[in-house]
T-cell receptor, first 117, second 111 residues
Framework: GAVVSQHPSWVICKSGTSVKIECRSLDFQATTMFWYRQFPKQSLMLMATSNEGSKATYEQGVEKDKFLINHASLTLSTLTVTSAHPEDSSFYICSASERDLGTDTQYFGPGTRLTVL | GQQVMQIPQYQHVQEGEDFTTYCNSSTTLSNIQWYKQRPGGHPVFLIQLVKSGEVKKQKRLTFQFGEAKKNSSLHITATQTTDVGTYFC???????????FGQGTTLQVKP
């Protein structure tokens, strides 16, 4: 299957700082990537759909000015958590879809665990 | 909004016992996907079901898609400790490719 990498795997930051998370599809091109957030013992909540070359589509209740998404190339999408606060501490996971290959299978990155102090 | 309900939330079984998790939707699904997430890990794709009444098997795992395409199940026969994790169903009906995940069922297997 396809491989998706995510960097960093974990990050600890001070309240008020910004954190950038990278998501890369390593062996296929993805015009569409997805960003999820997962709190402990809970399901994955879709935050936004990242579209290469255009603006991201955010889910209801997700602040687009706080969670900046950039999909600059067919293999890279970034999520920037701006002015992070402790309540933003969570597990952030990206996925890339094989839609360009004709299937809807999503391949997930290993996730980034964000802790805001 | 559109939701997929998944039950049970937790299941503890003795190794060797069977396990089943169920997903239900109020709307007809074009497809449903199943993922497994090990503790501390990320979701890993297991299978996608598309056809009404479809049944697919992967070794000890059996996946079913209901005739009305509103429900699905994952059954594991003779569980092993390696089956531990959270199993999620996901509605893949959106034409944007996005997935709406069920709440997940966390399986614990006692050796």
């Amino acid at each position: 299957g396809a491989v998706v990498s995510q960097h960093p795997s974990w990050v600890i930051c001070k309240s008020g700082t910004s954190v950038k998370i990278e998501c890369r599809s390593l062996d296929f091109q993805a015009t569409t990537m997805f960003w999820y957030r997962q709190f402990p013992k809970q399901s994955l909540m879709l935050m936004a759909t990242s579209n290469e070359g255009s603006k991201a589509t955010y889910e209801q209740g997700v602040e687009k000015d706080k969670f900046l998404i950039n999909h600059a190339s067919l293999t890279l999408s970034t999520l920037t958590v701006t002015s992070a606060h402790p309540e933003d501490s969570s597990f952030y996971i990206c996925s890339a879809s094989e839609r360009d290959l004709g299937t809807d299978t999503q391949y997930f990155g290993p996730g980034t665990r964000l802790t805001v102090l | 909004g559109q939701q997929v309900m998944q039950i049970p939330q937790y299941q503890h079984v003795q190794e060797g016992e069977d396990f089943t998790t169920y997903c239900n939707s109020s709307t007809t699904l074009s497809n449903i996907q199943w993922y497994k997430q090990r503790p501390g890990g990320h979701p890993v794709f297991l299978i996608q079901l598309v056809k009404s009444g479809e049944v697919k098997k992967q070794k000890r795992l059996t996946f079913q898609f209901g005739e009305a395409k509103k429900n699905s199940s994952l059954h594991i026969t003779a569980t092993q400790t390696t089956d531990v994790g959270t199993y999620f169903c996901a509605d893949g009906s959106s034409n944007t490719g996005k997935l709406i995940f069920g709440q997940g069922t966390t399986l614990q297997v006692k050796p």
